[in-house]
């Protein structure tokens, strides 16, 4: 028993340990959002096999540059101490785990955790190591098994290049058949079955001038389960006349569920029929949302607005897909961004025709994918000779091209989670706390405003972060960015991806999950509202909190 255990030990790697013992611990440091014992240990353990598998390819390089190779005693000897000093630090580590999750914790007003589970995590950690690692070792084997098959034909380099890629081959092909055809079929089927399925708790609207409706162009079921919620869900007339003391006209709420027609293109004609339908180009304003992956439609970035008009507003939206935004950034990036620009086509051209005197204000919306989506629905030239209003992007995500070349072009000195850019004339940021009216020009014909939180990881996400520090972690940080988050190589690019898998998990103003009372701020600016005092605004704010 005791010869097997000292042969497992043998087994590892000095230089993997150490490293992976390192990376373990400063894994262990906070990120943008707030972690539960079960994801850090998780991340713990991914980060031990990352720091062990590259302490093993350190190890190759060595060999292979043909530079002195240790004795069996002397790298026991080494890999033990090694372990003994790396130890102290890793206990350190977890002894802080709790405090640096409350410093997160303590920003986004949440509750502080007593203890991160030393042990739970710990042991969460080494069984996710133990899985990799037993992954890497059969990968390992199968190409030392394909390389002497190899041999047989080819030199042993030749036959090394081979073996390498047969085992390339084989793994992608089973992965891939597994996770994007089997795995991504199932959860699409899923999401159709429960996109389909009709609440009973949601009734069908009866007045004709409600989408869904007997008389309306799309019917009940294909507005699709978010299409359902976003259609009942609104402020009524009565209640936004309650809440201003004056009189209010019911918004108009326009949405075309994924299965109403095949294409981008008949689904956007479709819109424009119902919106016409429903005399929402009889509205002051008219609002173009793209909603997110499943085809949600976030209440909070809307209901706003929609007290603000006094009910005088319309706004259309158009389904593209049932997955997730992740999921569907993943595998159909361009299906959101094909359907925005379809659907503002359509309503664009119809809107040019109307006399400029009666016809309403026209802005663009959207949040996450739907603003990665919104903000390329209209080049620049084709609307230059007579330009939309405004437009409002929530949360975008990090590979949006427009939003990237805004923020590299922002002045000099402004940081990176919000900058600057020009004079403010075009296009404004703000987060939390608004910053608007913060030394700017007069708005000029359209006026664009990005609404991000500095923790968002949707927004901040970057690549880079395996090997460079991200400039929005420069000095002046976001006000809910903790002090205590450090770049680390390697680790702060896996903290960043478990922090996109949980950007949802927040509270309401922090994260990816956005909040009524900061989307005020942006629309009071983008439509010019006029007739409330700050007062009425505040208690406008208060309504969204006390709601929550």
């Avoid at 998780?42 to 240790?70: D, K, M, N, T």
């Avoid at 030393?118 to 069984?127: D, N």
């Avoid at 960043?496 to 900061?518: F, I, N, Q, R, S």
């Avoid at 605004?537 to 309504?543: A, P, W």
Wanted: aromatic content about 12%; charged content about 20%; glycine content about 8%.
């Amino acid at each position: 028993m005791h010869n097997r255990l000292l042969q497992l030990w043998n087994s590892f790697s000095a230089t993997g340990l150490i490293v992976g013992t390192l990376f373990m611990a400063a894994s262990l440091t906070p990120s943008l959002l707030p972690r539960t014992y079960v994801m850090q240990g998780l991340l713990s353990g991914i980060s031990l096999a990352c720091g062990y598998g590259l302490g093993v390819l350190l190890l190759a390089l060595w060999r292979y540059l043909e530079l002195p190779h240790f004795g069996t005693r002397l790298r026991f000897s080494l890999k033990t101490t090694g372990i003994l000093i790396c130890l102290p630090i890793l206990v350190l580590f977890f002894w802080s785990a709790a405090e640096w999750q409350n410093s997160i914790r303590s920003l986004m007003n949440m509750p502080p955790v007593e203890t991160m589970h030393p042990f739970y995590l710990g042991l969460i950690a080494i069984a996710t190591f133990t899985i990799i690692l037993l992954i890497s070792r059969f990968i390992y084997w199968s190409f030392k098994l394909s390389s002497r098959q190899a041999e047989r034909v080819a030199p042993p380099k030749i036959a090394y290049i081979i073996g390498g890629a047969l085992v390339l081959f084989v793994f992608w092909s089973a992965a891939e058949g597994l996770l994007f055809r089997v795995a991504l079929h199932t959860v699409d089927s899923s999401l159709r079955a429960l996109d389909e399925l009709i609440e009973p708790d949601i009734a069908q609207p009866t007045s004709p001038e409600k989408t869904g409706s007997p008389a309306s162009l799309i019917s009940w079921p294909n507005l699709g389960r978010a299409g359902r919620d976003y259609i009942t869900s609104g402020p009524t007339a009565e209640e936004i006349s309650a809440f201003r003391n004056r009189p209010a006209k019911e918004p108009v709420r326009v949405y075309v569920g994924l299965n109403a027609a095949q294409t981008p293109e008949a689904r956007a004609k479709l819109a424009l029929k119902e919106l016409i339908r429903t005399g929402g180009f009889e509205r002051s304003s008219l609002v173009l949302i793209a909603p997110t992956g499943t085809g949600w439609v976030d209440e909070e970035g809307i209901d706003p607005l929609e007290y603000m008009l006094d009910g005088d507003v319309a706004s259309v939206a158009v389904q593209y897909s049932y997955l997730l935004s992740w999921l569907s950034l993943l595998v159909e990036p361009d299906y959101g961004s094909v359907s925005a620009r379809a659907l503002f086509r359509e309503v664009y051209a119809y809107w040019t025709e109307l006399p400029k005197e009666t016809r309403p204000k026209l802005y663009l919306y959207g949040l996450s994918l739907g603003a990665l989506s919104s903000e390329v629905a209209a080049e620049l030239f084709e609307i230059i000779g007579d330009p939309y209003d405004g437009a409002l992007f929530a949360g975008p995500p990090f590979p949006g091209r427009v939003w990237q070349m805004m923020t590299e072009s922002r002045n000099e000195g402004s940081p990176a989670w919000l900058p600057r850019v020009g004079n403010g004339s075009y296009v404004r940021f703000t987060s939390q706390h608004n910053a608007l009216n913060d030394g700017m020009a007069e708005w000029g014909p359209i006026r664009t405003v990005y609404l991000q939180y500095a923790s968002d990881p949707i927004v901040f996400f970057e690549y880079s972060s395996l090997y460079s520090k991200p400039e929005w972690m420069d000095d002046p940080r976001g006000p809910d960015v903790s002090e205590e988050f450090h770049w680390y190589p390697v680790i702060t690019f896996l903290q960043l991806v478990l922090d996109l898998a949980t950007a949802t998990t927040t509270p309401k103003g922090y994260g990816h999950v956005y909040a009524g009372e900061h989307y005020i701020d942006a629309w009071q600016q983008i439509v010019g509202l006029e007739g409330w005092s700050e007062e009425d605004i505040n208690r406008l704010k208060n309504k969204f909190r006390a709601n929550r």
